[in-house]
T-cell receptor
Framework: GQNIDQPTEMTATEGAIVQINCTYQTSGFNGLFWYQQHAGEAPTFLSYNVLDGLEEKGRFSSFLSRSKGYSYLLLKELQMKDSASYLCAVRQSKAAGNKLTFGGGTRVLVKP | DAGVTQSPTHLIKTRGQHVTLRCSPISGHKSVSWYQQVLGQGPQFIFQYYEKEERGRGNFPDRFSARQFPNYSSELNVNALLLGDSALYLC????????????FGEGSRLTVL
């Protein structure tokens, strides 16, 4: 089976940096995704890591360590509009069904 | 280009009833997945369809069924509704079976009374 853990909630100040950690246990790892979901809306894609290391995309960066089963999403220069839930999702290999499994989400509240 | 579209957006049913939710993927996308998202939790995988065949199924009872049509649109059916089926049902599409990101629709919010 799969197990994905991320903190339930985090609070940060506008302009600051927040790091959302995600740990996972899976059979047949084939990539890790981060999605952003505003309340009442659909999840939207943020980043994808399949190899170890850091992927940077503007104010958002995502890191992966496959040996540790660990990823983080780094949000820099926080803006009020970044208040949302951030979902970590792990994709299994084709042999294991290609299934994408989500964590419970981390609700980030940005305060002025 | 239109994104993933789902209907209806909101619906209310009573226990024991049946519901059908519909999804049209992004044009050119052949894979459709269904997820259930209970308030305050992450989406839970229900089904994946690719080229009209079921390619994956999550840990949901047989009351849940789905199908994909020749135009790649999909339906999710839930029979004998329970209060616990109240959730946001998300449909997501991708171009191929396994590669690439999922694009989500806005969801169908089901309330079971």
């Amino acid at each position: 089976g799969q197990n994905i853990d991320q903190p339930t909630e985090m609070t940060a100040t506008e302009g600051a940096i927040v790091q959302i950690n995600c740990t996972y246990q899976t059979s047949g790892f084939n990539g890790l995704f981060w999605y952003q979901q505003h309340a009442g809306e659909a999840p939207t894609f943020l980043s994808y890591n399949v190899l170890d290391g850091l992927e940077e995309k503007g104010r958002f960066s995502s890191f992966l360590s496959r040996s540790k089963g660990y990823s983080y999403l780094l949000l820099k220069e926080l803006q009020m509009k970044d208040s949302a839930s951030y979902l970590c999702a792990v994709r299994q290999s084709k042999a294991a069904g290609n299934k994408l499994t989500f964590g419970g989400g981390t609700r980030v509240l940005v305060k002025p | 280009d239109a994104g993933v579209t789902q209907s209806p957006t909101h619906l209310i049913k009573t226990r024991g009833q049946h519901v059908t939710l519909r999804c049209s993927p992004i044009s050119g996308h052949k894979s459709v997945s269904w997820y259930q998202q209970v308030l305050g939790q992450g989406p839970q995988f229900i089904f994946q369809y690719y080229e009209k065949e079921e390619r994956g199924r999550g840990n949901f009872p047989d009351r849940f069924s789905a199908r994909q049509f020749p135009n790649y649109s999909s339906e999710l059916n839930v029979n004998a509704l329970l209060l616990g089926d109240s959730a946001l049902y998300l449909c997501a599409s991708r171009k191929d079976r396994g590669a690439g990101e999922l694009f989500f629709g806005e969801g169908s919010r089901l309330t079971v009374l």
